[in-house]
């Protein structure tokens, strides 16, 4: 399988203002979309776009580029949509993380914790609170095993349950989390854009 295509913060924003821009999709939570974004961003969270890939794709005619907090989902996201044969697809290196490094603008909104953030502090939790109380109950010890194996599942595997687990908590979901308000905002024209 060939490495997925990149495009950095520099091209992806030259392109936006071209006659022809790319369609961007963000596909963090919804809850990270709306702490901070692209302008003219679609948000499809990555589950949900692996949940409805036929139906969203149908709607993906010009170029797409693919936003998360680093890449990693991103790059999730671009595997389920080539698989689809989708092919006009690219990752944004670094993520919204490098877009706003480098200095280019986003769109604010309620300022919330991002999913990885929520998973180090979840798992770090667990395990603190398991290596103390296994000084009472020594058993405790395992769970604490237990999640440090998960977490090291979560990297060699480049997935991560507990963080789509996270995913799902009201937290991180949005009003329009959902594939018919998703597919709508693809259908619609280019000024209707979210963000």
Request: proline share 4%.
């Amino acid at each position: 399988m060939t490495a997925p295509a990149t495009i950095d913060s520099q091209d992806l924003s030259e392109r936006l203002t071209s006659a022809a821009p790319p369609r961007v999709l963000d596909v963090r939570t919804p809850g990270e979309f709306e702490t901070a974004h692209i302008a003219g961003a679609y948000n499809v969270p990555l589950d949900l776009l692996r949940e409805h890939r036929d139906e969203i794709i149908r709607h993906l005619d010009e170029d797409v580029v693919l936003v998360c907090r680093s890449g990693q989902r991103a790059t999730q996201a671009e595997e389920t949509l080539r698989t689809a044969g989708l092919n006009n697809v690219h990752i944004l290196d670094g993520g919204i993380t490098a877009w706003e490094a480098k200095g280019f603008a986003v769109n604010r909104g309620a300022q919330r914790w991002d999913l990885e953030r929520q998973v180090r502090l979840v798992a770090g939790s667990i395990v603190l609170t398991s290596v103390l109380g296994s000084i009472a109950a020594p058993k405790l010890k395992w769970l604490a095993a237990g999640v440090g194996g998960g977490l090291a599942f979560a990297a060699l595997s480049n997935t991560c349950a507990m963080g789509m687990l996270l995913s799902k908590l009201p937290y991180n979901r949005g009003a329009t989390c959902d594939a018919q308000t998703v597919v709508s905002q693809l259908v619609g024209s280019p000024d209707q854009k979210v963000g």
